[in-house]
T-cell receptor, first 111, second 116 residues
Framework: DAKTTQPTSMDCAEGRAANLPCNHS???????VYWYRQIHSQGPQYIIH???NNETNEMASLIITEDRKSSTLILPHATLRDTAVYYC????????????FGPGTRLSVLP | EAQVTQNPRYLITVTGKKLTVTCSQN?????MSWYRQDPGLGLRQIYY???????DKGDVPEGYKVSRKEKRNFPLILESPSPNQTSLYFC???????????????FGPGTRLTVL
């Protein structure tokens, strides 16, 4: 089973920030949080990952709470092409590679 | 261009007819894995390989075989396909460094398999 829970769906206006929450209350100290997205039935695409500190790259920002039990993915200026299913993942194995993808959050960016 | 390729992209077959789905990556990644995606169940790992000649079962390995004779290739074999193996299959690869869990996975475009 997935170690994370996310809202089923969210809407966001084009050009506004999209904030996607994720709960991972059972995360252990050395487990990373990964975010991927899947557009239609294409292969999942990596977005960002983090351990403790907040992270930012060209696609998004990741805010992790101090207790690490939840995180938020931020798309600063959502576009129509960001419409996708977003997955928050904590790997299920000691190698950090067995990704169990839950249902994710279906983000709809509206014009 | 760094990529993971899968072939075929679409396949319709009949019960019991052996088939192989190929997966190849050009990034010299050590780690490769196979997932299947089914409606309402998300992606689930079938098999994975830490390196050449090293493979292990994932969460749903029944009915599948894999081999890793070369670093770049990781074929998925269905010896006797059944209708419950109708699914969307993804291959993934990553560069895994012992002791760290920071490496991202790169996914292929998917293979949609229908078993009649």
């Amino acid at each position: 089973d997935a170690k994370t829970t996310q809202p089923t769906s969210m809407d966001c206006a084009e050009g506004r920030a999209a904030n996607l929450p994720c709960n991972h209350s059972t995360i252990s100290g050395n487990e990373y949080v990964y975010w991927y997205r899947q557009i239609h039935s294409q292969g999942p695409q990596y977005i960002i990952h983090g351990l403790k500190n907040n992270e930012t790259n060209e696609m998004a920002s990741l805010i992790i709470t101090e207790d690490r039990k939840s995180s938020t993915l931020i798309l600063p200026h959502a576009t129509l092409r960001d419409t996708a299913v977003y997955y928050c993942i904590v790997p299920n194995d000691n190698y950090g590679q067995n990704f169990v993808f839950g249902p994710g959050t279906r983000l709809s960016v509206l014009p | 261009e760094a990529q993971v390729t899968q072939n075929p992209r679409y396949l319709i077959t009949v019960t019991g007819k052996k088939l192989t789905v190929t997966c190849s990556q050009n990034m010299n990644h050590e780690y490769m894995s196979w997932y299947r995606q089914d409606p309402g169940l998300g992606l689930r790992q079938i098999y994975y390989s830490m390196n050449v000649e090293v493979t292990d079962k994932g969460d749903v390995p029944e009915g599948y075989k894999v081999s890793r004779k070369e670093k770049r290739n990781f074929p998925l074999i269905l010896e006797s396909p059944s209708p419950n193996q109708t699914s969307l299959y993804f291959c993934a690869s990553s560069s895994w460094t012992s002791g760290t869990y920071t490496d991202t996975q790169y996914f292929g475009p998917g293979t949609r398999l229908t078993v009649l």
